[in-house]
């Protein structure tokens, strides 16, 4: 197992760890829910896991958002936890505040409008790529306080969708710019208009995990301090194909977890919360992995299980799984697959 320092405590804003592992869902089809609420009810999750779900809000037209938000509390005992794409979306249009809410505004009045290009905020950097990231965040803070003063829902965390490749490179701090200023946005919201503290689950690309390796000092040093004080948790997207021996693939997604542990440090920290990002499998998309070899529904089931629970040995803060559309979401895919994650779950209770 990893040498990952686990953070004390139970409560319910501690940190992910693995003697305290979560579950998250993100990015399905709302028609699917009821599904997927029935395959987590027969998973057998141990008992107390924290679980996140939530797909993305801000890239559907008005009239639908309104329809469907209130729509996405129906997995029981779970913690709804809405998706924030880091990419374009409606939350880029404009601010959306009443006039007696915008009054209240300190700050940042100048940045009620469109948010620049992303590709203008990944040229320049710096400063205004981090307070137009924040205002960002702060938007989707906004629709969150609408969504539970109007439809009486409670937005209990989120989840970000994600630190990105551009992150890497001799431009990557432009980037780590951008994204520090939309986790810092998701994260303090607007003090101003009663929002907290509030941290989320947020995901990494896999290949950003290289930069782990870099010397964590100057700018960089900034960025890990803000990605573990933001995250309860962090999700590297691992995405595995489902093909070869399935625990030397554990061993090798691994990678980017284990340098971190080594570092020790903010780095050892993160590592610590460290949680399995798979997806379901079908989706034949390319980056996501899955069955790209075209393994019969019983290979699947039997290669991503060994998968989990030799994930769940080298020491893991819980597992996420994203992208359960079409023939992700269908009863057949998600059954199997919670019932692997609760099952790698009591795997890692056995090891504390």
Known sequence: MIACAALPGTAHGADASWTRPVVALAYYSSSDLPVIANAMEEAGFPTGTPIYYGSYWGTAPRAARQKTEPSTVDLKGARFAPLFGWTPNKFWDYRRLESSDEAKLRSDRHLSGAAPSLYTLLARGGSSAYRWGRE?????????????????????????????????????????????????????????????????????????????????????????????????????????????????????????????????????????????????????????????????????????????????????????????????????????????????LHELGRDR
Do not use: C
């Open 136 to 344: 960002l965040g702060r938007r989707f803070r906004d629709r969150a306080r609408q969504v539970e003063e109007i439809h009486d829902v409670d937005v209990d965390r989120w989840q970000f969708d994600e630190v990105p490749t551009n992150a890497l490179g001799s431009s990557g701090h432009r980037a780590r710019d951008l994204v520090r200023g939309m986790l810092a946005g998701l994260t303090y919201g607007r003090p101003e208009l009663g929002d907290g503290k509030l941290r989320g689950v947020v995901f990494v690309a896999h290949d950003t995990l290289r930069l782990a390796a870099k010397p964590v000092r100057g700018e960089l040093k900034r960025f890990w301090r803000t990605l573990d004080n933001d995250s309860l948790a962090i999700v590297g997207e691992e995405y595995p194909r489902f093909v070869g021996n399935p625990r030397r693939s554990a061993f090798v997604q691994s990678a980017g977890q284990r340098t971190m542990a080594r570092r020790g440090g903010v780095l050892r920290r993160l590592a610590s919360k460290y949680v399995v990002g798979i997806t379901p499998g079908y989706n034949g998309t390319p980056g996501l992995g899955g069955n790209t070899s075209g393994r019969s529904p019983d290979g699947v089931k039997a290669w991503r299980a060994d998968f989990l629970a030799a994930r769940a040995q080298y020491g893991v803060a819980g597992f996420a799984a994203y992208h359960m559309l079409d023939a992700n979401g269908r009863r057949g895919t998600v059954r199997p697959l919670f019932k692997a994650i609760a099952a790698a």
